[in-house]
C-alpha cells in the first residue's frame, strides 16, 4: 500500500519570503500523479499543484513550484513570496495512476503560518 | 451551484443517534468520494462511487456506515448508532477525470 509522509506538523514563514514544505512517499508503483492541497479554515480542500511522475520536468504554478525527486520518492513544495492567504493547512497526496484504485492517499498535512 | 456543496455545515448529536450527511457533486462528475478528516490527520479514504459500477466500500471503518449515490448525483453517507469516535470532518469529492477531484467544505460532526 502507498504511504504519505509530511515529516513537518507546523511551519512559519515572514510574508514575502519563501517556505519549502516536505513530502515523501512510499511505492512501487511506476506511473502515478502527486498533489498538493491547500485546505483554509474554511475547510474546503483546494488543488495548488499537480506532477505526473513520467513527466521529468517540475511542475510550477505562479509562486508555488515543486521539486520532484522520483528516485528518492521526495515531492516538496516551493512558496515564493508567501502572501497571509497562504496561511493554511497543506496536505500532500498520491494517486496511482493504474487505474482500479482510484483514490487519493494523503499525508498528515503541515499547518503553514505566514506572518506579517 | 458551480461547486460540490455539502450539507449540513455542521452536526452535533448525541451518542446512539443516526446522522445522514449529503453531498450534491458537480453536475456531469461521475466519480463521488468521502473522505473523513479526524482532528490532527490527514484524509482518510471512505468510499468510492463510479458511474454505474459497484462502489469501493474499502474504507468504512465498520458497518455502522454505509453510503448510497441516488441517479447517479446525490450521496448521503449514513453513520448508525454514532461514537465519539466518529467525530470528524466529513468531506466529499467529485471528479469527471480521475486524477482531478473538487472537494466540498465539508460536513463537522461532534458526538456528543
Known amino acids: 500500500a502507498q504511504t504519505v509522509t509530511q515529516s513537518q506538523p507546523e511551519m512559519s514563514v515572514q510574508e514575502a519570503e519563501t517556505v519549502t514544505l516536505s513530502c515523501t512517499y512510499d511505492t512501487s508503483e511506476s506511473n502515478y500523479y502527486l498533489f498538493w492541497y491547500k485546505q483554509p479554515p474554511s475547510r474546503q480542500m483546494i488543488l495548488v499543484i499537480r506532477q505526473e511522475a513520467y513527466k521529468q520536468q517540475n511542475a510550477t504554478e505562479n509562486r508555488f513550484s515543486v521539486n520532484f525527486q522520483k528516485a528518492a520518492k521526495s515531492f516538496s513544495l516551493k512558496i515564493s513570496d508567501s502572501q497571509l492567504g497562504d496561511t493554511a493547512m497543506y496536505f500532500c497526496?498520491?494517486?496511482?495512476?493504474?487505474?482500479?484504485?482510484?483514490?487519493?492517499?494523503f499525508g498528515k498535512g503541515t499547518k503553514l503560518t505566514v506572518n506579517p | 451551484g458551480a461547486g460540490v456543496s455539502q450539507s449540513p455545515s455542521n452536526k452535533v448529536t448525541e451518542k446512539g443517534k443516526d446522522v445522514e450527511l449529503r453531498c450534491d457533486p458537480i453536475s456531469g462528475h461521475t466519480a463521488l468520494y468521502w473522505y473523513r478528516q479526524s482532528l490532527g490527520q490527514g484524509l482518510e479514504f471512505l468510499i468510492y462511487f463510479q458511474g454505474n459500477s459497484a462502489p469501493d466500500k474499502s474504507g468504512l471503518p465498520s458497518d455502522r456506515f454505509s453510503a448510497e449515490r441516488t441517479g447517479g448525483s446525490v450521496s448521503t453517507l449514513t453513520i448508525q448508532r454514532t461514537q465519539q469516535e466518529d467525530s470528524a470532518v466529513y468531506l466529499c469529492?467529485?471528479?469527471?477525470?480521475?486524477?482531478?477531484?473538487?472537494f466540498g467544505s465539508g460536513t463537522q460532526l461532534s458526538v456528543l
Open positions: 469529492a467529485s471528479s469527471l477525470y480521475y486524477e482531478k477531484l473538487f
Open positions: 497526496a498520491f494517486l496511482n495512476g493504474q487505474g482500479g484504485s482510484e483514490k487519493l492517499v
